[in-house]
Structures are given as structure tokens and as C-alpha cells.
């Protein structure tokens, strides 16, 4: 399973004005590892699981905002 | 033709009166990678695109009116009963003045809706890529929305309908798939 | 407006449209998977399910749908309030 945030450390100037974020991040949800979904793929319990996720299937998932939060620490 | 069925997609709530937040939200209604965009767009290319790719563009187009009514929703639901004042305090006295609390196919910023925020190039892989790239830019919408909100139970429909641009993706990358197999028909099983 | 609807009203809506929502899921699906058995059983089972929770929804709360795919009470009741953007 590929993560679903990455990390990238910006360059950060001594003469930037706001407090700076020294680490940033940026979804990367399911369907760009996932060309063609295989068939077959485990569901949710529940419609209504199913309907409080969005998908029917847990793999193509994606959490937001960031569930780790590891962009806000600095 | 089409049929109206009197039941939103997902059961949409507001917790509050917040016509800040639906300032912002309009962004989904008539901005450049909202659902009318959206749903006009698909809608308009399922005639020239290849037969095998139709029913996905048709039913895609589908689903977004139904997110364009759940978006409806929640920005009527976010400014009804909000005073002039309170309109005003949110920055959306220029959009009283002009609709008092009616919807309008305009941005976060007042740009009203225009045509050219879809295309229809008539190549295929052209479309499907514009498609694409559309869902993807819905979705990051969807994330700075909810980036700037407070409220959760709106944003747990945010988080449904952000998670629906992840599944339409996948759907038009599959259809590039299927067009471009030298079998025209992908068969992976 | 003084009509208020029942806690019942939301209880079978979110049913029925967590029914729904699986039909849509598996349909889009089936678009570009046209072969997979399966996923066709479970999108006309999930149909046959919806259709039955539509009678029953009905039956309650009035019709669901216009221009005659649903049927209408004395007096016309296809337009009746409330509408989804209401509730």
C-alpha cells in the first residue's frame, strides 16, 4: 500500500517574513497507483459504511486533511 | 430525459449559520473546477467520445448534478436566514446587492461562470485527459475548503464529495486504458 | 412550513441512499469492467433492494420521483414539500 501524503522540506530564507512551515505536504490519493481497478477488491461492511466513505472499497480510501499531520510539525 | 428523484445523494448538514463559509464554498458551485463545470463538461463530450467510453462520461456527468445539488444545498443551508449585516460581515454584500441570499453560478471571488472553463477538443485522449485533470483539481479544492472550514458536519460532506473526485479519476484513466488497447476492448480478466 | 418530518423520514432516506450510493459505485464500475460477473449480481441485487426500499419510503412519505415513475396520492402530492435542499 503506497502512503496516501508526502513530505518535501522547503528551502527557507533568513529574510522570509512568515513564520515558516519546514515541512510540507501533498496528497497522494489511491487511483494514481491504481490504472485499472482489479476486480474483486474486499468492500465495506455496510452500505452505509460504503456511503460514510464515499467509495465502496477501502483501498481507493483517501483520509483528508493529512490523518498523521506530520506537514504541521516543524 | 431525465427524471428528478426528491433525495440528495448523501445526507448533507450544516451545524451553522455561516455565510463566510459558503462565500468560499461557491468556489464548487460556478467555478472554474466546480461541479456545473463539471457535469457540462462531461455531459457535452459524451457525443463525439468513442462508444466504449460513453455510459462513463454520461453517468460521471450524472453524479456531478446530484454533487452540484448537495453543494446547493449546503450554501443555501449556510446563508438562509443570515441578515444583511451578517451577509455583509462575510464579505458577501456585493452578492446581496445583486441576489439578496439567491444562488448564482459565480466563484469564491464573484467571477461569474463562463464556457470556457470546460473544453470539448473532440480527440479523445485530449478529453479524457482534460477529465482527468479536472477531478483532480475538484479534489484540492474540495482540501483547501475544508483547510479553511470549522464546521464538521459540512465538511464531512466535503470529505464525500472530495472522495468522489478520487473514484471519477480513476474511471476516466481506466477509460484511457480501454481506448488506447490495441484489442479496443481491455480485458485484465 | 409547520410540517416537521419524523425521525423515521431520515432514518429510511439515509438507508435508501446508502443503498443507492452502492448502485452508483458499482455501476461507474461496471462501465469499464463490463465482464465482471460479480460485481453485475451484486449491482442487480443492490437495484432489486433499492426498488423494494423505495415502495416501502413511499408508502410513508409520499412520492419520490416525477413525470410518472412514481404514483401520486389524492390530492397531487409529486410536488409537495419538503425538498431535499430542505430538509
Not at chain 2, 470549522?150 to 470529505?159: C, I
Request: hydrophobic residues 35%.
Amino acid at each position: 500500500m503506497h502512503s496516501q501524503f508526502k513530505y518535501w522540506k522547503p528551502y527557507v530564507s533568513p529574510y522570509d517574513p512568515c513564520k515558516p512551515i519546514r515541512v510540507k505536504s501533498y496528497s497522494t490519493p489511491p487511483q494514481l497507483y491504481m490504472n485499472f481497478q482489479p476486480p474483486g477488491l474486499p468492500q465495506f461492511q455496510s452500505p452505509k459504511q460504503a456511503l460514510m466513505h464515499g467509495t465502496l472499497w477501502p483501498q481507493l480510501y483517501s483520509p483528508y486533511p493529512d490523518p498523521h499531520k506530520r506537514g504541521e510539525k516543524s | 430525459m431525465f427524471y428528478y428523484e426528491k433525495k440528495l445523494q448523501y445526507p448533507v448538514r450544516v451545524s451553522q449559520c455561516n455565510p463566510m463559509l459558503a462565500k468560499f464554498l461557491v468556489e464548487q458551485y460556478g467555478g472554474a473546477d466546480g461541479e456545473l463545470a463539471a457535469a457540462l463538461r462531461y455531459m457535452n463530450q459524451r457525443y463525439t467520445i468513442p462508444d466504449k467510453v460513453i455510459g462513463l462520461l454520461n453517468d460521471i456527468a450524472m453524479e456531478e448534478f446530484s454533487h452540484l445539488e448537495m453543494i446547493a444545498t449546503m450554501i443555501y443551508k449556510l446563508t438562509k436566514d443570515a441578515t444583511p449585516e451578517m451577509m455583509k460581515a462575510a464579505g458577501l454584500g456585493d452578492h446581496y446587492v445583486a441576489h439578496d441570499s439567491a444562488l448564482f453560478y459565480n466563484n469564491a471571488s464573484g467571477v461569474p461562470w463562463t464556457a470556457s472553463y470546460i473544453q470539448a477538443k473532440g480527440d479523445p485522449i485530449a478529453d479524457l485527459y482534460e477529465d482527468i485533470a479536472a477531478e483532480e483539481k475538484a479534489r484540492a479544492t474540495y482540501q483547501w475548503i475544508i483547510d479553511m472550514s470549522d464546521d464538521p458536519d459540512l465538511n464531512d460532506g466535503l470529505k464525500f464529495l472530495r472522495e468522489r473526485e478520487v473514484i471519477h479519476s480513476l474511471r476516466f484513466r481506466e477509460a484511457v486504458e480501454i481506448l488506447k488497447d490495441d484489442q479496443g476492448k481491455k480485458k485484465i480478466f | 412550513m409547520t410540517k416537521q418530518m419524523p425521525p423515521e423520514y431520515y432514518k429510511l432516506l439515509e438507508e435508501l441512499q446508502a443503498i443507492d450510493f452502492v448502485i452508483v459505485e458499482l455501476n461507474l464500475y461496471l462501465n469499464t469492467h463490463p465482464h465482471d460477473f460479480e460485481a453485475i449480481k451484486q449491482f442487480n441485487e443492490a437495484s432489486q433492494h433499492s426498488m423494494h426500499l423505495k415502495i416501502e419510503f413511499e408508502r410513508q412519505f409520499g412520492p419520490l420521483m416525477n413525470f410518472g415513475k412514481s404514483y401520486s396520492n389524492y390530492p397531487w402530492d409529486v410536488d409537495d414539500s419538503p425538498w431535499p435542499w430542505q430538509v
